[in-house]
């Protein structure tokens, strides 16, 4: 059997195409051979769906497909494994017509179309964009007859105009009742910057996708970044998770809408919300005192105004929370930076069910709405504060076994390491990570007191450090063995990572 060349599979890697004449030889080689088309079948669909990444599933089908007759046979009658729809920009006409045949191929399996029409050469016009409305119809009449089969829908764009015909596209649809996930994003978070308005301002007026709603049957998970749909018929109800990023404020539901889809989701697990979340009317009281989600138990909370945040978050009972995420994002507006620790002090005070901020309009729910206490996660993201008001929030924070630090200032992480280190605050942390540290934060360990030791009563402490740090000097390494010695297990990384 002749080896397959680099010529002949376009694209492929030298790697991807030894694997290729690997799998070649091992099929004529070894007892494979002999295995029943049934089990071929599954261990093909094993192979094709044991990834994260929507590129791997195109290549390692079409991989399987070529390596002899046999497998090509018993793969095109394995429906299970042509149901990745990927389609990127620039969409050449090789992706048509693979789309062509892989919806033909998945026959009436359910489809996750995986759609990135985003453009890394964009000079942020929005009317240069080489993708705009007519591309994104194009794309729509191919997908638009499987509607009933869509499970999983991803859409990445840099502009509004292919979203908003996605929107008015889909309006049309009745049924989709296989659809679980929807997850759209025009990819440009400066929308949420205080006073920004949404553009272009045309455009600006709601579409009311899928039918107004009504075509939705099983939808559990949906991810809305800079896009907003009518939010009165949104049909979002019944969901797992949701979540509402980088939105203008403008575009955002009413108080009352957004309290309509959140009491229609009562076993919501997730929610994100970065930027902006509802409009909120001081004038107008919200239908409910209190948006209770006794399922919820990871809560990220992006804000951009500390009292439009302290107003937002007074409107929540969360009793089964177990992770927290708290961002101060309003470094996309350097004019509009925030003191996030009348924040802080709020959160602190909810815990034990009474509130000290008069500055909101709605009474605060009682008996602790955010039990810090019960917290198992944390990650805390650009906040700065004075390092009193953290040091109180992260008291309470008693049950927490893993804690992320991202770029916090100077002054908050002097405040609060030595402590950490020592267990004196969060004493059952089991794993601390300085993500994005500065140049400070490696120094700021190794100048710990020599023969610190960590509370007895608590577990060994892993200390991830990952930042763009370089010492080497053998007093740093001196005390980073001090400080594995007292039950602190330090690591530093010499370059950032996610």
Known sequence: MPSVTLNSVSGCSFVNV???????YLHGTSAIAAFP???LSAIFHVATHDFHDCYDAIFHATTISHVCQRWRNVSLSTSSLWTVIVLTFPTHHNQIFRTIDWLARSRSRPLHLYMDFRDPAWNWDEASHCFGWKNMENVMRLILPYAHRWQKVELLTDTWAPIFTFLSYTSRIKSTPMLQDVLLSRCNAFFAAKGELFHPSAMRHPVSWFGGGSAFHSLRRVSLA???VNWTNSGLSGLLELELKYHASEVMPTLHEFCDIISACPELERLSILGWGPQIDVNVAP??????????????FGFIDVDYAIDLLSLFHFPALKSLSLEDISSLDLSHLCDSSRLLEYLTAAHHGSCTTSSHPFPC???????LSLLSSLELRGLTSCGASLR???QETVALDHLVLSG???TNLQAIVPDLIAAALCPSLLDLKFNDADSTIAPLLASLPVGMVRDSNSPSMRVVVVADVVNSEDATHERMHVLRVAGVEVTILGHATS
């Open 365 to 371: 729910a009682t008996c602790g709405p955010y039990p």
């Open 18 to 24: 030894r694997k290729l004449n690997a799998a070649r």
């Open 392 to 394: 109180c929030f992260l």
């Open 408 to 410: 916090l200032d100077k």
């Open 226 to 228: 800079g896009v907003h």
């Open 37 to 39: 088309d049934e089990l």
């Open 287 to 300: 239908k409910q005192r209190t948006l209770y989600l006794p399922h919820l138990r990871d809560f990220s």
